[in-house]
């Protein structure tokens, strides 16, 4: 099976992933802040799991596989650590549909 997205060229896609921990009764004063303007969001809930070998290979080597469910689908990423490691905001990913 192909994957989803695919490098090509030497570059692979990648996501950039950004996470606020925001109260509820602090969003209507960021949604007025400029950066957020016309900005919609959205809710949803995931449910995914991530996996390893036993001696813990894809981590060793700065990777991560994750299967989420999205809607009725299963969906399987491979990360992979972006240039500046773990803490890094955009790193390198491939999905593919789980039959």
Do not use: I
């Amino acid at each position: 099976m192909e994957p989803a997205h695919r490098a090509n060229d030497g570059d692979a896609p990648s996501e950039v992933e950004l996470k606020f921990a925001v109260r509820p009764e602090d969003m209507p004063r960021l949604r007025r802040l400029p950066l957020f303007a016309g900005a919609s969001g959205s809710r949803r809930s995931l449910t995914g799991a991530y996996y390893d070998t036993p001696d813990q290979a894809l981590r060793h080597r700065s990777l991560a596989l994750r299967v989420r469910k999205e809607g009725r689908q299963y969906v399987q990423t491979l990360k992979a650590d972006g240039p500046s490691g773990a803490a890094s905001l955009a790193r390198p990913e491939w999905q593919w549909g789980v039959p």
